[in-house]
């Protein structure tokens, strides 16, 4: 059975950073691509950022572009996403999610991933 635990989650003031990770286990790891997703009450969830299974290849959201940074380390079964310039619209739960597939050729829709953690508060101050 695959397991997301996410982690990192806080408060911060605008203007810092936070590293949230997500430990994995069950299934294969390393041959699927992840991602990060995150959801504020009473809106849909939406796409934050994603990986291809080897790293090689990212995908930002624009609302995240060049402020954050998608990674994962294989050896560790770990996804992690460094948000940096936090702003006070960042403030959701954050979920990382294993894509079905091991690249996001597919789309990163939610319903392209099959499995997703419990999530992690991230609250920005202004």
């Known amino acids: 059975q695959v397991q997301l635990v996410e982690s990192g989650g806080g408060l911060v003031q605008a203007g810092g950073s936070l590293r949230l990770s997500c430990a994995a286990s069950g299934g294969t790891f390393s041959s699927k691509a992840m991602g990060w997703f995150r959801q504020v009450p009473g809106k849909e969830r939406e796409f934050v950022a994603a990986?291809?299974?080897?790293?090689?290849?990212?995908y930002y959201a624009d609302s995240v572009k060049g402020r954050f940074t998608i990674s994962r380390d294989n050896t560790q079964n770990t996804v992690y996403l460094q948000m940096n310039s936090l702003i006070p619209e960042d403030t959701a739960v954050y979920y990382c999610a294993r894509h079905r597939t091991p690249t996001i050729q597919s789309g990163t829709s939610q319903s392209m991933f099959a499995y997703w953690g419990q999530g992690t508060q991230v609250t920005v101050s202004s």
């Open positions: 990986i291809t299974w080897s790293g090689s290849s990212t």
